[in-house]
Each structure stands twice: as structure tokens, then as C-alpha cells.
């Protein structure tokens, strides 16, 4: 597209801005003005000879002696002016001099080798700034990232600013989630991003993919260094998500069989809170508030009490609940945070406002996501939370799923400290605290640049109502008031996505009544598929609903008529947690100089100045405690998993053939270090001396491992980690019968695959191995079975009861069936495979003779000396062998419950018959 006009020129109202700077920055360099200045002077003397005749050809011949590496005088006002025909060729847009401006402020960081914050107020083009410096950055050899607050943001901005990339042969791409990808890496086309010039991502997967190279030996990242970095909205990124934590979690054997335990906790804390609730009335919320620790630590003593006794019970007792031997050490750690977080999903966690509830695409069941509505008003479609995922699935009926393990982590402090320079921009600096915290964390240098067009954005004073009925008519009469009488678009942005839904429903439902037929009503709370409505400029009488989602980063365009009746209205209706959110919200009206007006209406029985009083409290201990404490202590834990990935990857490296369950073991030494520690979350000296020693006693254990020898002993002697790994995991038929017996010995009450491939292997291999009394094994075995699939069976019936006593006096009933239906599965499988182990044992019960049961001193006669006095002997073979795909047909279960079987080992069922031969005797 060509350009209809070419008009960078430097005016005097831009001189005036430039002269500007130095007034609003004290400690700024009053020598650098005149310096930017010559500089803007002389880009648009070379920019005016390229607008000649054939300004095409010499760009390419400049580009061509870039590559060349040729020396050019004035290089960098050359190219700038060439970056600035590219973009009105391709976006029919003429950069303006602020813009240039801060693009020259950056290159002087550059240079100089010093880290950079601009402060730029939205509308001034914040993108086209950071497009520039990026091209700029890649011409001369970086590779560049850019960091942005969302993935989809990251999608867009990619794709927006490519042509004007590809212009001057710089490749662009954008990090994506590929949900083919495991932790192991094993999709490695999600990686091809990395080998572009320019890569835009957000924090999750920028991070995620640096712990899978590091962590994992995975070359996600390749060669790739960490030049330079570009943080859009950088206060948000950098302060308010500073204490974000990337993990990769892994799913280590045992843990999804801690259910009964999750249910047991969340169903003595109803029982509780229903006896309060009972006794204390209207006042319930009061109450539950005064004695929610009391109430913890009682969930917390009977917990604990009900798994010293259940740990007591003899393995036959039927009332005795299956829990893997080896997490006790692990549930003993978790039992206080798992009580609080049902407490929290009770009462502190709300559908629609703190998460959401969206079909997985992968598994195509209902899973929980977070929302970040502090700041962003994001749904984090990739974030879990430990503990509280769990409880918040019961709560909501949701398909349950096990607590994973963090395995390895990245704090945002440790991965922006790994670029050579740190580059960012943003619209709200916020307050002096904010800006010294930036200063003493990052070493970073910040400067404020003054508007290109003054801001025409009227504040209204806020207003508080203590009574929700006149806070209610407020809200209305403000939305009719902008939208249907003076013909504009109004934003109303709410704390939480369950409040844009009742408004939404409120004004569509009195649209009559409020003179609202020729309005138009958006939702916006989901930025991964409702923000179509942003790709064109709104009409007069638009109303938008949102979250914070549209207060920050979101660009709402108006319509000249709009504009000329007063622009964009924005309510804000709750007190934003600092100081910069809210100033974003304001910001999305009065943009690059338009008319717009903004007011904040609050619901709270504390008024405006005491509400805003709290939060500059909060924001001075956040900053006392980000400074003080969460810097050093991310250096300390990020020291500590650096010193362990460099050996574990060491170790892989040296024993190229180790098997996977080997590494699991590793990994999973280090997640329990990483959580018996608390590492992440406890912050002072004593438990950083602890830590330190942990970490010796743990990193000692690990390197004193001799792998090759632990290579031969695999299949021929005890293994503790191993033999317990193959409780769990899929144990086929061509593993060794020691193993099998490795992984009994181990714990006998989850060996089901064990016992059932053991039984399967003998009947194979009896006579290759010589298997004495193979017969009697086999029968065990099944014996053994019948026992622990009645016990699972108890355990899921067990797990339904506790569910629906839960949900009984759930008076609403809007909760899922999925957790039922999960649970229904799992007992129909069993119920299956019980059935089938009863099939094997009465076909060799009709041949009881042949066999001795246990003695007093429950060993095993000897089956030999039947032999002796018998003229037959008893041959086992199999007779039919099917896969799972049979209960699937036969069933009509999910998926996701043969899955969970599979994990037990059993990946295939066989059906035995008896054959009497004749036994000579000797």
C-alpha cells in the first residue's frame, strides 16, 4: 500500500515537548535535549531525500550494505528514517517525533549498557515504539524478546508488526502453547519460535520453555542468547506479578490416589461449618470469620488422627483406607495446607471471580481456571493452583485430578535478571515507592515523556455508597445517562466476571424500561475468544461490561461521532489494588488527545480516603517486603536449582541408557527438597540456613549415585526407589519376575498390575525360568487380587458417599456430576476386574487338591510333596488375552478412567484354563 502522505517533521509543538523532558525527569542529563533533538533533525534531513524518486531501491541498498557489514556514516539516523518510510509504506501511519524520541532514548541505554523505563500514557503508541527498537536491536545482530502480559496479545502483536519486520529481512514469531508438548518436550515443533530474530511471548511460556531446556536438556530455546529484552506494560510484569512463580510440574506414581484424603478433609470442614451454621444463625458470616483458625486446627488434629489409626489397621481389615506407604512423609507435610485450602474454596474462592470453568480441549472435561482479576482480569488457562484445584473440584463436581509436583521453577526476578539489558515501557509509573523499588531490583533507569497531544480526560470526584440499593441507581443512572442520552460508549469495569454477567443480564432484561433498544450491550471477560468487538471503532449508545481485562492494554477504538459527542465514558466500581491499575482503567478514555471522562462509584461502608489510605499501606509493605525480602530469597532458591540442574543434566549426559523411572526418581528427590523446604513461599535467615543444609544432605545423596552399577542391579537385586516406581507404573510382561516381586514387596496394597503381570509372566515362563511351584504362585497372586480390588472397590463407594454428603444440603444443586460420574467409572472398571480375577480363581479352585493354602506361620507347604501322592499334575495356560479397549465396548466408560487404570499397571486382561497331565514319580 502506498502511502497517501509523507509528513515526519519535526514542529515546533514537538520541540517544545522535547525541551520538556528535562523538567519532568530532575535527575535527566539537561545536556541530552539538544543532543535528541540534533538527532530527530538530522533523520528527517536523510528521510526527505528518501522520499524522493526510487526511495525503494535505496532502502535495499541500504539494507544489503547492513548485511554486508559495511561502515555507514550516520548509521542510525539512516536507518531510522528508512524504519520510518517502511511503516507508512506498509501501515499507511507516520510515526511521530515522540515516538522517534523514545526510540533514541533507548539506543542511548543501549550503548551506554544501562537498563531503561519509559513512561509513555496509553494512546501515545506504545507498540510502534517498541516495533522500532526491536528492528533496530535485530538489524545489528541481537536476538530480541518481547514480553507481553498475555499470550494472546503476544499472538497479535506478532502478527501485526511481521510485514514491517520482513521488510528488512528480520524474522518474527510469537512463543505458543502447544498442548501436544509435555514436560518432556517431546513436540519439539512448539520450539521453532526460538530460531526467529524477533520472538514476542508472555512470562508463562517464555519461562516454561527455559525450564525445559535447563531442567529438562531439552534445546527448546537452541543456541538462543538472552540479549535483549522488551517488557510492554513492565510495571505490571516486573511489581505487581514480581513474586510469580513458573513451575513444571511432573506426575510422580502414587500421588492421584490420595482422593478419599482430599474428600475426608473437605467433608469434616462441612460438617463443622454446618453445626456452626446451625448454631449461630444470621451472624454464620461473622462467625466463620472469628473462628476459622479454630476450626482449621480442629480439621488439621482429626486428619491427623484418622491416619495414625488407619495406619494401625491390618491390611485385611475392610475399613482400613489404601494409601501409598511411602507419601506419609509427604502428606504430613501438606495436611495444614490442604485444610486451609478447603477452607479457602469454601468460603474465599467464588465461581466467575476468582476462577472460571472451561472445557480442557485435550481431555474435553470441565476444568478449573484461574482468574488474575487484581490486575489483568485474565483467565490463566495454563495455571494451577496446588491443593486448591483439588478442593475447588469437589466443591463444583468437577472430574478430580491429582496434585502435581513441582519439579522445577522460575521466579519472574530470576528470569529477567538473565538479559544483558533490560528495555520496558509502560503507561503508569505509579507512585515514588514503586518507582525506587524498580530502581533498587532491576538497576533500572526510569524517564517520564510528556504527551504528544495534552490529555482531555475529565476525572469526576469518586463517589462511595454505603447502601447497595443507591449504589445500584447510581451505576444505572450513570450508564443511561452516557449511553443512551449523550450518545457515547461507556466502559464499566467490575471486580469480577460474575458481576459483568448480572449487569449484562440486568440492563438486557430493562432495556425498555431504561430506553436501551438502540443499545448495543457487550461482555468482554475472556480475552481468549471475546474480543472481536476491539477490531473496529464503536458506535454511539455501545455499552461495554468488563473486567480489568479492558483496563489495561486494551485499545477501544470510538467513532468520529463519539468523539465529537465527548468520547469514552469509563466507571470504575471497586478501588483498584494500587495506584497504577486505576490509572489504567482512567487511561482507556482521553486518548491521544481526545475528549473522554471517567468517574469511580463504589459500593463499601468505608469511605474513598480510608479506602485509599489501606492501599498505599499495602503498597509499603509490598515494597518493604519485595526489597528486604522476596529479592534476595529468589537469588538464594534460583542458586539452589541451577547447582542441581547443572548435575542432573550431568548425570543424563554421562548415563545416556538411564531408564526413565531412574530420573523420576531424581526429579522427584528435588520436588520434595522444593516442598518439605517450602522454599518458595518461607522467607527469612533460619530457613535459609535450613534450606542450605537440606539442599547439601540432598545434592550429597544424589551425586554419590553410581549409575552404571545401578544399571546391573536393576534386574537382579533391591532397589527402593525403583521397585516402588514399578508399583505404579505400567509393568508389562516382559519385565523380570524379581522386579515384579521388587514391587510387591514394596507395597503389596497398590501392586495391582504387579500381582496380575507376575501371574501372567509365571504362566508364560514357568518352564524357561524353572519356576518351582508355579501353580501355587499363580493362585496367591489371584488370592491377593480379589482382596485389594474388593478394597478399592470399598474405597470408591467409600468416596461417593463422602461426596453427596457434601453436596446434600446444597439447597441450589448447580453443581457438575463429572466428579460422580469419574468415580462410577473407576468402580465399574474394578468391579470388571474383579470379575475377572474370580473367573481365574474358580477355574483353579476346582482343582483345590493340587493346591495347600497358608499354615500358622503363613508360609507356603510345599507343593511338592502333593506331587508325590498324586498321579496328575496341574498345567495353567492361558486362553484368551484381550486390551483394555474391550471395557471401553463392554462399559462405555471415559477414557479418562482407563487411563487411570492403565497407571495401575493393567493394560491388557487374560482368561486361564486348567489341564490335568500325568506326573510321573520317580
Same mark, same amino acid.
Given at each position: 500500500?502506498?502511502?497517501?502522505?509523507? $509528513?515526519?517533521?519535526?514542529?515546533?509543538?514537538?520541540?517544545?515537548?522535547?525541551?520538556?523532558?528535562?523538567?519532568?525527569?530532575?535527575?535527566?542529563?539537561?545536556?541530552?535535549?539538544?543532543?535528541?533533538?540534533?538527532?530527530?533533525?538530522?533523520?528527517?534531513?536523510?528521510?526527505?531525500?528518501?522520499?524522493?524518486?526510487?526511495?525503494?531501491?535505496?532502502?535495499?541498498?541500504?539494507?544489503?550494505?547492513?548485511?554486508?557489514?559495511?561502515?555507514?556514516?550516520?548509521?542510525?539516523?539512516?536507518?531510522?528514517?528508512?524504519?520510518?518510510?517502511?511503516?507508512?509504506?506498509?501501515?499507511?501511519?507516520?510515526?511521530?517525533?515522540?515516538?522517534?524520541?523514545?526510540?533514541?532514548?533507548?539506543?542511548?541505554?543501549?550503548?551506554?549498557?544501562?537498563?531503561?523505563?519509559?513512561?509513555?500514557?496509553?494512546?501515545?503508541?506504545?507498540?510502534?515504539?517498541?516495533?522500532?527498537?526491536?528492528?533496530?536491536?535485530?538489524?545489528?545482530?541481537?536476538?530480541?524478546?518481547?514480553?507481553?502480559?498475555?499470550?494472546?496479545?503476544?499472538?497479535?502483536?506478532?502478527?501485526?508488526?511481521?510485514?514491517?519486520?520482513?521488510?528488512?529481512?528480520?524474522?518474527?514469531?510469537?512463543?505458543?502453547?502447544?498442548?501436544?508438548?509435555?514436560?518432556?518436550?517431546?513436540?519439539?515443533?512448539?520450539?521453532?519460535?526460538?530460531?526467529?530474530?524477533?520472538?514476542?511471548?508472555?512470562?508463562?511460556?517464555?519461562?516454561?520453555?527455559?525450564?525445559?531446556?535447563?531442567?529438562?536438556?531439552?534445546?527448546?530455546?537452541?543456541?538462543?542468547?538472552?540479549?535483549?529484552?522488551?517488557?510492554?506494560?513492565?510495571?505490571?510484569?516486573?511489581?505487581?506479578?514480581?513474586?510469580?512463580?513458573?513451575?513444571?510440574?511432573?506426575?510422580?506414581?502414587?500421588?492421584?490416589?490420595?482422593?478419599?484424603?482430599?474428600?475426608?478433609?473437605?467433608?469434616?470442614?462441612?460438617?463443622?461449618?454446618?453445626?456452626?451454621?446451625?448454631?449461630?444463625?444470621?451472624?454464620?458470616?461473622?462467625?466463620?470469620?472469628?473462628?476459622?483458625?479454630?476450626?482449621?486446627?480442629?480439621?488439621?488434629?482429626?486428619?491427623?488422627?484418622?491416619?495414625?489409626?488407619?495406619?494401625?489397621?491390618?491390611?485385611?481389615?475392610?475399613?482400613?483406607?489404601?494409601?501409598?506407604?511411602?507419601?506419609?512423609?509427604?502428606?504430613?507435610?501438606?495436611?495444614?495446607?490442604?485444610?486451609?485450602?478447603?477452607?479457602?474454596?469454601?468460603?474465599?474462592?467464588?465461581?466467575?471471580?476468582?476462577?472460571?470453568?472451561?472445557?480442557?480441549?485435550?481431555?474435553?472435561?470441565?476444568?478449573?481456571?484461574?482468574?488474575?482479576?487484581?490486575?489483568?482480569?485474565?483467565?490463566?488457562?495454563?495455571?494451577?493452583?496446588?491443593?486448591?484445584?483439588?478442593?475447588?473440584?469437589?466443591?463444583?463436581?468437577?472430574?478430580?485430578?491429582?496434585?502435581?509436583?513441582?519439579?522445577?521453577?522460575?521466579?519472574?526476578?530470576?528470569?529477567?535478571?538473565?538479559?544483558?539489558?533490560?528495555?520496558?515501557?509502560?503507561?503508569?509509573?505509579?507512585?515514588?515507592?514503586?518507582?525506587?523499588?524498580?530502581?533498587?531490583?532491576?538497576?533500572?533507569?526510569?524517564?517520564?515523556?510528556?504527551?504528544?497531544?495534552?490529555?482531555?480526560?475529565?476525572?469526576?470526584?469518586?463517589?462511595?455508597?454505603?447502601?447497595?440499593?443507591?449504589?445500584?441507581?447510581?451505576?444505572?443512572?450513570?450508564?443511561?445517562?452516557?449511553?443512551?442520552?449523550?450518545?457515547?460508549?461507556?466502559?464499566?469495569?467490575?471486580?469480577?466476571?460474575?458481576?459483568?454477567?448480572?449487569?449484562?443480564?440486568?440492563?438486557?432484561?430493562?432495556?425498555?424500561?431504561?430506553?436501551?433498544?438502540?443499545?448495543?450491550?457487550?461482555?468482554?471477560?475472556?480475552?481468549?475468544?471475546?474480543?472481536?468487538?476491539?477490531?473496529?471503532?464503536?458506535?454511539?449508545?455501545?455499552?461495554?461490561?468488563?473486567?480489568?481485562?479492558?483496563?489495561?492494554?486494551?485499545?477501544?477504538?470510538?467513532?468520529?461521532?463519539?468523539?465529537?459527542?465527548?468520547?469514552?465514558?469509563?466507571?470504575?466500581?471497586?478501588?483498584?489494588?494500587?495506584?497504577?491499575?486505576?490509572?489504567?482503567?482512567?487511561?482507556?478514555?482521553?486518548?491521544?488527545?481526545?475528549?473522554?471522562?471517567?468517574?469511580?462509584?463504589?459500593?463499601?461502608?468505608?469511605?474513598?480516603?480510608?479506602?485509599?489510605?489501606?492501599?498505599?499501606?499495602?503498597?509499603?509493605?509490598?515494597?518493604?517486603?519485595?526489597?528486604?525480602?522476596?529479592?534476595?530469597?529468589?537469588?538464594?532458591?534460583?542458586?539452589?536449582?541451577?547447582?542441581?540442574?547443572?548435575?542432573?543434566?550431568?548425570?543424563?549426559?554421562?548415563?545416556?541408557?538411564?531408564?526413565?523411572?531412574?530420573?523420576?526418581?531424581?526429579?522427584?528427590?528435588?520436588?520434595?527438597?522444593?516442598?518439605?523446604? $517450602?522454599?518458595?513461599?518461607?522467607?527469612?535467615?533460619?530457613?535459609?540456613? $535450613?534450606?542450605?543444609?537440606?539442599?547439601?544432605?540432598?545434592?550429597?545423596?544424589?551425586?554419590?549415585?553410581?549409575?552404571?552399577?545401578?544399571?546391573?542391579?536393576?534386574?537382579?537385586?533391591?532397589?527402593?526407589?525403583?521397585?516402588?516406581?514399578?508399583?505404579?507404573?505400567?509393568?508389562?510382561?516382559?519385565?523380570?519376575?524379581?522386579?515384579?516381586?521388587?514391587?510387591?514387596?514394596?507395597?503389596?496394597?497398590?501392586?495391582?498390575?504387579?500381582?496380575?503381570?507376575?501371574?501372567?509372566?509365571?504362566?508364560?515362563?514357568?518352564?524357561?525360568?524353572?519356576?518351582?511351584?508355579?501353580?501355587?504362585?499363580?493362585?496367591?497372586?489371584?488370592?491377593?487380587?480379589?482382596?485389594?480390588?474388593?478394597?478399592?472397590?470399598?474405597?470408591?463407594?467409600?468416596?461417593?458417599?463422602?461426596?453427596?454428603?457434601?453436596?446434600?444440603?446444597?439447597?441450589?444443586?448447580?453443581?457438575?456430576?463429572?466428579?460422580?460420574?469419574?468415580?462410577?467409572?473407576?468402580?465399574?472398571?474394578?468391579?470388571?476386574?474383579?470379575?475377572?480375577?474370580?473367573?481365574?480363581?474358580?477355574?483353579?479352585?476346582?482343582?483345590?487338591?493340587?493346591?495347600?493354602?497358608?499354615?500358622?506361620?503363613?508360609?507356603?507347604?510345599?507343593?511338592?510333596?502333593?506331587?508325590?501322592?498324586?498321579?496328575?499334575?496341574?498345567?495353567?495356560?492361558?486362553?484368551?488375552?484381550?486390551?483394555?479397549?474391550?471395557?471401553?465396548?463392554?462399559?462405555?466408560?471415559?477414557?479418562?478412567?482407563?487411563?487411570?487404570?492403565?497407571?495401575?499397571?493393567?493394560?491388557?486382561?487374560?482368561?486361564?484354563?486348567?489341564?490335568?497331565? $500325568?506326573?510321573?514319580?520317580?
Amino acid at each position: 500500500m502506498i502511502p497517501s502522505q509523507h $509528513n515526519f517533521e519535526i514542529s515546533n509543538a514537538e520541540k517544545i515537548l522535547i525541551s520538556e523532558i528535562p523538567k519532568i525527569n530532575t535527575k535527566f542529563d539537561k545536556k541530552i535535549s539538544p543532543k535528541l533533538q540534533k538527532k530527530v533533525e538530522i533523520i528527517n534531513k536523510y528521510y526527505k531525500n528518501l522520499i524522493k524518486k526510487g526511495y525503494k531501491d535505496k532502502i535495499q541498498n541500504f539494507i544489503k550494505k547492513i548485511k554486508n557489514r559495511s561502515e555507514i556514516k550516520d548509521f542510525d539516523e539512516k536507518l531510522i528514517s528508512c524504519m520510518i518510510i517502511a511503516h507508512e509504506e506498509i501501515y499507511n501511519q507516520t510515526p511521530r517525533v515522540v515516538q522517534i524520541i523514545c526510540l533514541l532514548f533507548y539506543l542511548e541505554g543501549y550503548k551506554e549498557g544501562f537498563n531503561l523505563i519509559l513512561e509513555v500514557l496509553t494512546g501515545e503508541g506504545k507498540t510502534l515504539t517498541i516495533s522500532f527498537l526491536a528492528l533496530y536491536l535485530a538489524i545489528i545482530g541481537n536476538k530480541v524478546d518481547i514480553l507481553t502480559s498475555s499470550p494472546v496479545l503476544a499472538e497479535r502483536d506478532s502478527k501485526d508488526r511481521e510485514k514491517f519486520y520482513n521488510y528488512f529481512g528480520i524474522s518474527c514469531d510469537f512463543c505458543r502453547f502447544d498442548s501436544n508438548n509435555d514436560i518432556s518436550g517431546n513436540n519439539s515443533k512448539s520450539f521453532d519460535c526460538y530460531k526467529a530474530d524477533i520472538i514476542y511471548g508472555d512470562s508463562t511460556n517464555l519461562i516454561g520453555d527455559i525450564l525445559r531446556s535447563e531442567f529438562m536438556g531439552i534445546k527448546g530455546r537452541g543456541d538462543r542468547p538472552f540479549d535483549y529484552i522488551i517488557i510492554d506494560e513492565i510495571d505490571n510484569i516486573c511489581i505487581d506479578n514480581l513474586r510469580n512463580i513458573v513451575e513444571l510440574v511432573d506426575n510422580f506414581p502414587g500421588y492421584k490416589y490420595l482422593e478419599y484424603l482430599y474428600l475426608f478433609i473437605y467433608n469434616s470442614l462441612m460438617k463443622k461449618v454446618n453445626v456452626l451454621k446451625a448454631d449461630s444463625g444470621d451472624d454464620f458470616e461473622k462467625k466463620i470469620k472469628e473462628e476459622s483458625e479454630s476450626i482449621l486446627a480442629d480439621i488439621n488434629r482429626e486428619t491427623r488422627k484418622f491416619l495414625y489409626f488407619n495406619r494401625l489397621l491390618k491390611s485385611d481389615d475392610k475399613n482400613k483406607i489404601l494409601i501409598p506407604e511411602n507419601l506419609y512423609v509427604f502428606i504430613d507435610s501438606r495436611i495444614e495446607h490442604w485444610c486451609k485450602m478447603a477452607f479457602d474454596a469454601m468460603f474465599n474462592f467464588k465461581l466467575n471471580q476468582n476462577y472460571f470453568i472451561s472445557i480442557d480441549e485435550n481431555s474435553g472435561f470441565k476444568t478449573i481456571k484461574p482468574i488474575d482479576y487484581e490486575n489483568t482480569g485474565v483467565i490463566l488457562i495454563y495455571s494451577i493452583w496446588s491443593g486448591l484445584h483439588q478442593f475447588l473440584q469437589i466443591k463444583e463436581g468437577l472430574t478430580f485430578t491429582e496434585e502435581n509436583i513441582n519439579s522445577s521453577f522460575m521466579s519472574y526476578l530470576s528470569y529477567f535478571k538473565k538479559y544483558k539489558i533490560i528495555n520496558g515501557i509502560t503507561g503508569t509509573l505509579g507512585s515514588k515507592r514503586t518507582q525506587q523499588a524498580m530502581k533498587i531490583i532491576y538497576k533500572i533507569n526510569l524517564i517520564k515523556i510528556p504527551p504528544f497531544k495534552k490529555r482531555s480526560l475529565r476525572v469526576f470526584d469518586p463517589v462511595n455508597f454505603s447502601d447497595e440499593k443507591k449504589y445500584k441507581e447510581k451505576l444505572i443512572n450513570e450508564i443511561i445517562e452516557y449511553s443512551a442520552h449523550h450518545k457515547r460508549v461507556v466502559l464499566v469495569i467490575f471486580e469480577y466476571m460474575s458481576q459483568v454477567k448480572e449487569m449484562h443480564k440486568y440492563l438486557e432484561e430493562h432495556k425498555k424500561e431504561f430506553k436501551l433498544e438502540n443499545t448495543e450491550i457487550i461482555s468482554y471477560f475472556r480475552s481468549d475468544i471475546e474480543n472481536k468487538f476491539l477490531e473496529k471503532p464503536m458506535k454511539p449508545n455501545t455499552i461495554i461490561i468488563s473486567t480489568n481485562l479492558s483496563g489495561r492494554g486494551t485499545d477501544i477504538k470510538i467513532n468520529s461521532e463519539v468523539k465529537e459527542n465527548g468520547g469514552l465514558h469509563v466507571i470504575i466500581t471497586f478501588m483498584p489494588y494500587n495506584e497504577r491499575t486505576e490509572l489504567q482503567a482512567q487511561g482507556r478514555a482521553g486518548r491521544c488527545g481526545d475528549k473522554g471522562s471517567t468517574i469511580t462509584i463504589l459500593l463499601s461502608n468505608n469511605s474513598y480516603e480510608i479506602q485509599k489510605k489501606r492501599r498505599e499501606q499495602y503498597e509499603l509493605a509490598n515494597f518493604k517486603f519485595l526489597i528486604n525480602l522476596y529479592a534476595p530469597h529468589s537469588d538464594m532458591i534460583q542458586n539452589y536449582f541451577e547447582e542441581f540442574c547443572q548435575r542432573f543434566l550431568q548425570i543424563k549426559e554421562k548415563n545416556k541408557n538411564i531408564p526413565d523411572n531412574i530420573i523420576s526418581d531424581l526429579k522427584e528427590r528435588w520436588s520434595m527438597f522444593i516442598l518439605l523446604n $517450602n522454599i518458595n513461599s518461607k522467607m527469612n535467615d533460619s530457613i535459609n540456613e $535450613n534450606c542450605a543444609a537440606q539442599f547439601k544432605t540432598v545434592y550429597q545423596r544424589i551425586t554419590s549415585r553410581n549409575f552404571n552399577n545401578l544399571m546391573k542391579e536393576i534386574k537382579i537385586d533391591n532397589l527402593e526407589d525403583y521397585k516402588f516406581y514399578n508399583t505404579f507404573n505400567q509393568l508389562k510382561s516382559n519385565l523380570s519376575n524379581k522386579l515384579y516381586q521388587n514391587a510387591i514387596e514394596s507395597n503389596p496394597e497398590f501392586s495391582i498390575g504387579a500381582y496380575y503381570n507376575q501371574a501372567y509372566y509365571i504362566i508364560i515362563n514357568q518352564k524357561k525360568d524353572k519356576i518351582e511351584n508355579y501353580q501355587l504362585l499363580v493362585y496367591n497372586n489371584f488370592k491377593m487380587l480379589k482382596i485389594i480390588c474388593q478394597k478399592f472397590i470399598h474405597q470408591y463407594e467409600e468416596c461417593i458417599k463422602m461426596f453427596n454428603e457434601i453436596h446434600e444440603k446444597d439447597e441450589k444443586k448447580n453443581y457438575e456430576n463429572d466428579f460422580l460420574e469419574q468415580f462410577m467409572n473407576k468402580k465399574l472398571i474394578m468391579n470388571y476386574y474383579l470379575n475377572n480375577v474370580e473367573i481365574n480363581l474358580n477355574k483353579m479352585e476346582k482343582y483345590t487338591d493340587y493346591l495347600i493354602f497358608e499354615d500358622n506361620n503363613n508360609k507356603f507347604k510345599s507343593l511338592a510333596k502333593i506331587i508325590k501322592n498324586k498321579n496328575k499334575n496341574l498345567n495353567i495356560q492361558i486362553l484368551q488375552k484381550f486390551d483394555m479397549s474391550k471395557i471401553n465396548d463392554e462399559l462405555k466408560v471415559t477414557q479418562n478412567a482407563i487411563d487411570y487404570f492403565k497407571d495401575f499397571g493393567i493394560e491388557f486382561f487374560f482368561e486361564i484354563e486348567c489341564v490335568e497331565e $500325568n506326573c510321573l514319580i520317580f
